[in-house]
């Protein structure tokens, strides 16, 4: 059977799911995004008067999902280390990909011990974000 995971430093899932699962010596992470965990806001994003979004950052997005996606390993008892395969989507990869990029080389500087990842270019995502990470991690027995 599997180990649901559910971790009080990360945002609450936006379903019915728990944040990450554990299987044996593997861990995988349910789709995480970038909004914050004690206020549920989506970091970067700007609004109108009428709630209307208006423009996003990505750079703050994508290090507020890594920041989310690193609390729902440690509550699993993983580490950022741990990460062995990441499915990244992004909701505009022309305007995104390039700095996207640069931040995931900020935080996996060595190509030799960085996760293996794929990244998609999609239309939209569940709540108005521009990005989310789907991880798989390798834990200790």
């Known amino acids: 059977m599997a180990d649901a995971i559910r971790a ?12 990450a699962r554990r299987v044996g010596s593997q861990l995988f992470l349910s789709g995480i995004g970038p909004r914050d965990p004690a206020t549920n806001a989506i970091r970067g994003n700007v609004h109108d008067a009428d709630g209307r979004l208006l423009s996003y950052d990505i750079d703050a997005q994508t290090r507020a999902t ?6 729902v390993l440690e509550a699993s008892g993983a580490r950022w280390e741990d990460l062995v395969d990441v499915t990244v989507y992004l909701t505009d990869m022309a305007a995104d990909f390039q ?3 640069a931040v995931w080389a900020e935080f996996f500087p060595d190509i030799d ?8 270019g999609i239309s939209a995502l ?3 974000i521009a990005i989310e990470l789907k991880c798989i991690a390798a834990l200790e027995e």
């Open 126 to 128: 569940p709540t108005p």
């Open 99 to 101: 700095r996207y990029n």
């Open 113 to 120: 011990t960085a996760p293996c990842r794929t990244t998609l």
């Open 8 to 19: 009080a430093s990360a945002p609450r899932p936006v379903g019915s799911y728990p944040h």
């Open 66 to 71: 890594f920041a989310n996606v690193r609390a």
